[in-house]
């Protein structure tokens, strides 16, 4: 763990393996932290935000720059450490590196554009101004899904705005969470400003961050279950929250579009990192009129997906996190099955040969899915694209925002009105208009509903770790 700038061990002196969910091999073991190693993070974090939150965003600015630059020049055993720990194929971890540096050279800009208002008062005597200040200790927990960049999203705004924090990886990615912070402490990041808790048991810390009255803030990126947990005892004491949560993303196919071009899109969106985002496509509508032509792409495209360890030149999908993982989708792919899907390719475990000591699912695709699914409404997290077939498009947009999520959706069509109407008309935070990956750090990530509060990256990301001074001068 990182504690008051030194790499330290538990207090307890316990710690815990983590292993490549590909081959099931042990690839290094780290503290596992508990309350006393949380609390001592919240110390040095407290300590030191009087000192860094007086720094120029100069030279805030300078250091984020030079993690950057740290963090581009280490890409490659970045992503080599990010695919064996977190499994994703090493092109894809490549690009989450770069997707992970490009938040701390925005934040590196955008600290240096936090301004305020001089605003006229009606008294000749009196001037007024309101200037934005950092809230003060951050707490962070991050997930494993992107075990890089959940980090630099969080720790990008929260230095560049002049906050300290504390964090806690997940549990099976805190590997590539060291790596990342080496980076910020080589930049020079000053001691005790930046903090982190490995742990095997994530709730004692969950309690130290959220019922510390030191911890301003609590930002969080997880399942919504969690998520609801933690804002749940953060309110209690008037924490400041950002959590982004679940998805159950639709992506909406309108007569107009291409099949293939659509199917192509959603065959190469929803297996990214094994279909565990909360960005993942899980629900694909598509005209009956269209969907022969969008089924043969979509079952053609996932046949020739390579599934395995991800650092094998070729693999597109890499294994599940766990065993657990594997079981849910298993789980939701059977009871689909049970009532009525049809399942064109995939549909079971890998298990055989070099599969049998990691955590494979085949990429699938279901079709004739009906809204009595569990997989109509529980997000997969899985290699797994369930295809709905509709007549009706003027009901599409009201079946796709039939859920408690609202974090991302697709549409396809090639009708300005119809994207138009479509964009205005989904309750979703973020939405792919023929484009299957509109995120970037420069724009705005969160979701609506039950998929969380707050927004990262963009303008808005410092935004969540400043609050507002108002000032009244009389004359
Ligand atoms: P997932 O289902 O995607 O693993 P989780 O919400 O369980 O998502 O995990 C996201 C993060 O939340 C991880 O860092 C995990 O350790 C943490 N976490 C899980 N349960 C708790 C808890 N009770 N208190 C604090 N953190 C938790």
Redesign the pocket.
């Known amino acids: 763990m990182f504690i008051d700038g030194k790499w330290v061990d538990a207090h307890s002196g316990k710690s815990f393996d983590v292993t490549n969910p590909a081959t099931g091999e042990v690839l290094g073991s780290v503290p596992a932290g508990a309350s006393e190693d949380a609390v001592a993070a919240v110390d040095a974090a407290h300590a030191s935000f009087s000192e860094w939150s007086n720094t120029t965003p100069y030279e805030r600015s300078r250091l984020l720059y030079r993690a950057w630059e740290l963090m581009n020049e280490r890409s490659e055993e970045l992503a080599e450490l990010m695919t064996a720990e977190q499994g994703k194929p090493l092109k894809a971890a490549r690009a989450e590196v770069k997707y992970a540096a490009d938040f701390l050279i925005w934040f590196a800009e955008e600290a240096k554009r936090v301004t305020g208002e001089w605003i006229p008062s009606q008294r000749p005597d009196q001037r007024f101004l309101a200037v934005k200040v950092p809230v003060g200790v951050v707490a962070a927990?991050?997930?494993?899904?992107y075990p890089i960049s959940m980090l630099t999203r969080k720790m990008g705004p929260a230095l560049a705005a002049g906050c300290t924090l504390v964090l806690?990886?997940?549990?099976s990615t805190p590997l590539c969470a060291k790596a990342t912070y080496q980076v910020f402490v080589d930049a020079g990041i000053p001691d005790g400003v930046i903090n982190l808790v490995t742990a095997a048991d994530?709730?004692p810390?969950?309690d130290v961050f959220t019922g510390d009255p030191r911890v301003a803030k609590l930002t969080?990126t997880?399942?919504t279950a969690?998520?609801r947990?933690?804002a749940t005892k953060s309110a209690a004491n008037l924490q400041r929250i950002s959590v982004e949560l679940g998805g159950h993303a639709p992506f909406i196919v309108f007569p107009d579009a291409d099949p293939v071009h659509a199917a192509k899109g959603a065959a190469a969106l929803k297996f990214l990192n094994a279909g565990q985002a909360c960005i993942s496509p899980n629900r694909l509508y598509v005209p009956n009129s269209l969907s022969a032509a969008f089924e043969e792409t979509l079952c053609s495209r996932v046949d020739r997906l390579q599934t395995g360890n991800g650092m094998s030149e070729g693999v597109g999908v890499g294994p599940l996190v766990s065993e657990a993982a594997v079981a849910k989708v298993e789980k939701q792919v059977e009871d689909a099955r049970k009532k009525g899907a049809g399942v064109p390719i995939g549909g079971h475990r890998l298990t055989e040969g070099s599969y049998s000591a990691g955590h494979f699912f085949a990429p699938t695709v279901l079709t004739d899915i009906s809204d009595d699914m569990t997989i109509y409404r529980e997000e997969t997290f899985g290699p797994v694209a369930p295809v709905i077939t509709y007549d009706e498009p003027d009901e599409v947009i009201e079946l796709a925002n039939d859920t408690n999520y609202g974090l991302a959706a697709y549409v396809y069509t090639r009708d300005i009105a119809v994207a138009m109407r479509a964009f205005e008309g989904l309750r979703f935070g973020i939405i792919g208009v023929n484009d299957v990956n509109p995120t970037s750090a420069s724009v705005p990530f969160g979701g609506m509903g039950d998929s969380g509060l707050g927004r990262e990256g963009g303008h808005e990301g410092i935004n969540e770790y400043l609050e507002t001074k108002t000032g009244g001068f009389a004359i």
């Open positions: 927990i991050t997930p494993w899904n806690k990886p997940a549990e994530p709730a810390i969950g969080f997880g399942s969690v998520g947990v933690l």
